[in-house]
């Protein structure tokens, strides 16, 4: 069975462009979640997808969005990028909160590099 | 405020020597907690789910186990490949904003020396 996918794997930006990422879940999950970890730090949460909706949203700019489609695949957009921005995003799946088994799956992240 | 915190933040240990690591939490309505291993520049590893107080959990060289405010991994007889950052996270309903939240650990950076 295929784990969470994510693409790209690698990605070089110039400070002020805008980049989206993309996230495939796990097969029968409908919920989403992204992360950001910046190099030697902890997971900072992002965004909580479930079967189509926001559910949640961590501490971050407006300029940081994103959505899920009907095939519960999902994508992070960034605008306006900042150096700051530059760090491993993190997708992972689980399934949707109302469901007793919740752990989530992650995929092996887009390391970001804005210059 | 909703919070999980781990100890020590970083733990060096010889090949074969026992220990266990912490994780504290604070958040209402617990769903389960979870612990993954993390290797540089990879997304988390899934390792276990514990559910209620008393639950207990192995895997290889890994035990995890829970109580009412923390969870503890103990790792018998480390050996190299075992060094990694561990996390842990619970998922819960928030204290602050009455949706459920998925809150991590910054980890616990575990180095098995040979």
């Known amino acids: 069975e295929a784990g969470v996918t994510q693409s790209p794997t690698h990605l070089i930006k110039t400070r002020g462009q805008q980049v989206t990422l993309r996230c495939s879940p796990i097969?029968?999950?409908?919920?989403v979640y992204w992360y950001q970890q910046a190099l030697g730090l902890g997971l900072q949460f992002l965004l909580w997808?479930?079967?189509?909706?926001?559910?949640n949203r961590g501490n971050f700019p407006p300029r940081f969005s994103g959505r899920q489609f009907p095939n519960y695949s999902s994508e992070l957009n960034v605008n306006a990028l900042e150096l700051e921005d530059s760090a491993l995003y993190l997708c992972?799946?689980?399934?949707?909160?109302?469901?007793?088994?919740?752990?989530?799956?992650f995929g092996q992240g887009t390391r970001l590099t804005v210059v | 405020e909703d919070q999980v915190t781990q100890s020590p933040e970083a733990l060096r240990l010889q090949e074969g020597e026992s220990s266990s690591l912490n994780c504290s939490y604070t958040?209402?309505?617990?769903?389960?907690l979870f612990w993954y291993r993390q290797d540089p520049g990879k997304g988390p590893e899934f390792l276990f789910t514990?559910?209620?107080a008393g639950e207990e959990k192995e895997k290889e060289r890994l035990k995890a186990t829970l109580t009412k405010k923390e969870s503890f991994l103990h790792i018998t007889a480390p050996k190299p490949e075992d060094s990694a950052t561990y996390l842990c996270?619970?998922?819960?309903?928030?204290?602050?904003?009455?949706?459920?939240?998925?809150?991590f650990g910054t980890g616990t950076r575990l180095k098995v020396l040979a």
């Open positions: 992972a799946s689980s399934l949707s909160i109302g469901q007793m088994n919740t752990e989530a799956f």
């Open positions: 097969s029968g999950h409908t919920s």
């Open positions: 997808y479930d079967e189509g909706e926001e559910r």
């Open positions: 958040v209402s309505g617990l769903r389960g």
């Open positions: 514990l559910y209620s």
């Open positions: 996270a619970v998922q819960g309903l928030s204290l602050t904003s009455g949706t459920y939240k998925y809150i």
